[in-house]
């Protein structure tokens, strides 16, 4: 007897001289737990444009997944950020792991100029501040490798009817001494956070409605 598909959740490696990843460090963190009875696979993806799209092609392929979370580390932020839409361009401030910048280059070449997320990103932002996790709705992914990947996942999944979508977490404590000034958390808050954010993605089918992108 087959198992019944999992939640597909993918972090990062570190990147740009960080020694940790939160996105990476999440998603191991619930590998193998079960969200609301369904089994987590953490998967981490390499901080590169030229190969995080094909690590996450194979482990969709491989698990077929019910539903898809991508994290991603956003330094500035200080919530959870559930990210509302992909835009196709590559424009990287820095390289990346593999010394590669793309320069206003397209991801999928002639693809639509952006996905928005299949995940009920307002029910998710509101379920989590409701319970005391600062979250929020995000209207830009940015233009590096997060963003590369929300588009590539999007695309790859347009019309197979699993949602997904991407969440930018904060520094980890750990962190705070390489980026000084800037919000951190602990582990354990933000692997709670988004077991909830999985949880929430779950529960509701259909999102909610909340006017001007705000939840309050």
């Known amino acids: 007897m087959s198992s019944p598909p999992p939640l597909l959740l993918t972090g990062f490696e570190p990147f740009d001289a960080d020694c940790v990843n939160p996105s990476a460090a999440v998603a191991e963190a619930l590998h193998g737990q079960a969200v609301a009875g369904v089994r987590v696979v953490g998967v981490q993806l390499p901080c590169t444009f030229g190969g995080s ?11 077929r997944p019910v539903l898809v979370l991508a994290l991603g580390q ?8 559930i990210e509302r839409v992909a835009i196709n361009v590559d424009d990287a401030r820095i390289p990346d792991n ?8 397209p991801i999928v070449p002639d693809g639509p100029a952006a996905y928005f997320s299949t995940l009920p990103i ?8 409701a319970a005391g996790f600062p979250a ?3 209207q830009t ?12 996942l999007q695309h790859t999944l347009a019309g197979r009817g699993i949602r997904s ?9 750990e962190q705070a ?9 602990p582990l354990a808050a933000m692997v709670a956070g988004v077991r909830l954010g999985l949880q929430l993605a779950l529960q509701h089918p259909r999102d909610i409605r909340a006017g001007g992108g705000a939840i309050a």
């Open 141 to 152: 992914a940015g233009t590096f490798v997060c963003n590369h990947v929300f588009y590539g």
């Open 136 to 138: 929020s709705v995000s």
């Open 53 to 63: 799209l094909a690590v996450l092609g194979e482990a969709i392929d491989r698990h």
């Open 177 to 185: 001494a390489r980026h000084p000034g800037a919000p951190t958390w």
């Open 122 to 129: 307002k029910a998710m932002a509101a379920g989590l501040r």
């Open 98 to 105: 593999d010394g590669v910048q793309p320069i206003d280059q």
């Open 165 to 173: 979508g991407f969440m930018h977490l904060p520094l980890l404590d």
């Open 74 to 81: 956003a330094a500035a932020r200080s919530e959870l950020s």
